[in-house]
Every structure is written in C-alpha cells, then in structure tokens.
T-cell receptor, first 118, second 115 residues
Framework: KAGVTQTPRYLIKTRGQQVTLSCSPI?????VSWYQQTPGQGLQFLFEYFSETQRNKGNFPGRFSGRQFSNSRSEMNVSTLELGDSALYLC?????????????????FGPGTRLTVT | KQEVTQIPAALSVPEGENLVLNCSFT??????LQWFRQDPGKGLTSLLL???SQREQTSGRLNASLDKSSGRSTLYIAASQPGDSATYLCAVRPWGGGSQGNLIFGKGTKLSVKP
C-alpha cells in the first residue's frame, strides 16, 4: 500500500506570493492533518480535515487555509507569503477507525514539502 | 496548555549501547502517545503508539513505556546501531471526545550512534 505522498517536494517563492501544497493520504484514510516544522518552533499543528470538513485548527493566521476533496486528498494554501513561512510542511493521514473498541488515530506522515520564501 | 519536553536535546553513544530517551508532558489527560523518528530533511516515521490504557509497546529493539500519572514516557533502544542515528520525536494526542486531529510534539532528541 502506497504511503502518504506530498507534492511538490521543494518550492521557492517570493514574499507576497501565494502557494498551494498537495497531499494524498494512504488509501482508505479519511483524516488528513497538516503540520509546520521550523528549527525554532519545532512541529506545530495547522489543521485537520475529515470527510471534507475541517475538524480542528491550530493557532495560525487566516493566511493559512486548506481543504479536502471527496477522495480524501487535501490541499493547503498560504497567501501573502512572509519570510517566516519558510518551513517544512508535513501532511499526515490517519485511518481514524476503531479496533477492539478504541480508536487508534495513529498518524502516518508524508515526506514533506520544503518551502523557501525569499 | 499541554507541553511536551524531551531531554536531552542531543545524545551521542558508541555502537552497541542500550539507551533511553525521555519524554515528559504536563497534562495527563491524553488519548495516546506516539514516538517518531525523523532523518535529516525527511518526514516522520512512526515507531510506536501507546494508547492511554496501555503501559508499554514493543517493536523489535524498541520498547516504549507510558506512565500517565507522572506524565512520562521513555523510549528504550537496545543494542544501538549507526543506522539508529536520527532525531526522535515524542508526541501526545490530547483527550477530547474523539479525534482532535492534532498531535503536540516535543522538540526531539538528536541521537548519534558512533561506529
């Protein structure tokens, strides 16, 4: 079974531009979460989508948005890029189903998209 | 507010040593705890997941324990190898009525295993 895939793997953008990142979850996984990783802040949660609905959101400005399609693929968009948006953006998928009466929610991560804003 | 701390930030050991990585969290109301490995410039690889009702999980040379009451987890690596060199991240999922979707991560422990 294929893992989580993210495209593109690398991006270089200029301040003020916008960018769209894509994530394809593991087949059958309905939950997709996005995280930002920087050397200073570490890994921080952006948002989670489940069945095309945003179910949870982290503490990021409204310039960061996302969506999920009916096939569970997800995109995140960052508008009006700032230098501080340079980071590794990671997508994770989860089956989010019960086994033995307890939900697992084990998350599987993709390789990430390295965004550099100049 | 849940906070996750990993100590030490970096660790260097000779090949063959057994070692323990530490993770502590401030709020014991967690759904589960997950250990990951991250190689430079790469994504995260899930190593072990411990549900809140469990005390430990094992996979090969790895053993993770969870003590919710004290807010601690440890990752034990037996007979370390140079290929184990990576950053190890601990993450907790807060308890909150179903999937909250978000893991709260520590800053990680960078492990270097010398041949």
């Amino acid at each position: 079974k294929a893992g989580v895939t993210q495209t593109p793997r690398y991006l270089i953008k200029t301040r003020g531009q916008q960018v769209t990142l894509s994530c394809s979850p593991i087949s059958g996984h309905r939950s997709v979460s996005w995280y930002q990783q920087t050397p200073g802040q570490g890994l921080q949660f952006l948002f989670e989508y489940f069945s095309e609905t945003q179910r949870n959101k982290g503490n990021f400005p409204g310039r960061f948005s996302g969506r999920q399609f009916s096939n569970s693929r997800s995109e995140m968009n960052v508008s009006t890029l700032e230098l501080g948006d340079s980071a590794l953006y990671l997508c994770a998928s989860s089956l989010a189903s019960a086994s033995g009466g307890q939900y697992s929610y084990e998350q599987y991560f993709g390789p990430g998209t390295r965004l550099t804003v100049t | 507010k849940q906070e996750v701390t990993q100590i030490p930030a970096a660790l260097s050991v000779p090949e063959g040593e057994n070692l323990v990585l530490n993770c502590s969290f401030t709020d014991s109301a967690i759904y589960n705890l997950q250990w990951f490995r991250q190689d430079p410039g790469k994504g995260l690889t899930s190593l072990l997941l411990i549900q809140s009702s469990q005390r430990e999980q094992t996979s090969g040379r790895l053993n993770a324990s969870l003590d919710k009451s004290s807010g601690r987890s440890t990752l034990y690596i037996a007979a370390s190898q140079p290929g184990d060199s990576a950053t190890y991240l601990c993450a907790v999922r807060p308890w909150g009525g179903g999937s909250q979707g978000n893991l709260i991560f520590g800053k990680g422990t960078k492990l270097s295993v010398k041949p």
